[in-house]
């Protein structure tokens, strides 16, 4: 399994990006796959996930700003940012596993097998 994140990029604050993470090597099969963000010096922390049955949840700090979807055909997902703000600074990775946690935040990183290589989103104020 393959993943390759694209869409990052630079923006003022209050502006928006969409990113997006395709898939490659998966079976015929839901996965859980999710979306996290680090800084340096700071742990990787999650955004937002989706898990098999197609439920999503998203960090308190991204909620009614981030929307993550899903294209099951292009076994792709993508999250939608807006009103962004420069602590949503960093380096955005996505990552996938076949089976994760069901909660009211997303799973954390140690849920998930493989990564993509991430990309960096820079917000400016």
């Known amino acids: 399994v393959q993943l390759m994140e694209s869409g990052g990029g630079s923006v003022q604050a209050g502006g928006s990006l969409t990113l997006s993470c395709v898939a490659t090597?998966?079976?015929?099969?839901?996965?859980?796959m999710g979306w996290f963000r680090q800084v340096p010096g700071k742990e990787r922390e999650p955004v937002a996930g989706?898990?098999?049955?197609?439920?999503?949840t998203y960090a308190e700090s991204v909620k009614g700003r981030f929307t993550l979807t899903q294209d099951k055909v292009k076994k792709a997902v993508f999250l939608q940012m807006t009103s962004l703000k420069p602590e949503d600074s960093g380096i955005y990775y996505c990552?996938?596993?076949?089976?994760?946690?069901?909660?009211?935040?997303?799973?954390?990183?140690?849920?998930?097998?493989?990564w993509g290589q991430g990309t960096r989103v820079t917000v400016s104020s």
């Open positions: 990552a996938a596993h076949e089976y994760c946690s069901l909660g009211p935040t997303p799973p954390p990183d140690y849920e998930y097998k493989w």
């Open positions: 090597g998966f079976e015929d099969r839901d996965y859980c």
């Open positions: 989706i898990n098999v049955d197609g439920e999503i």
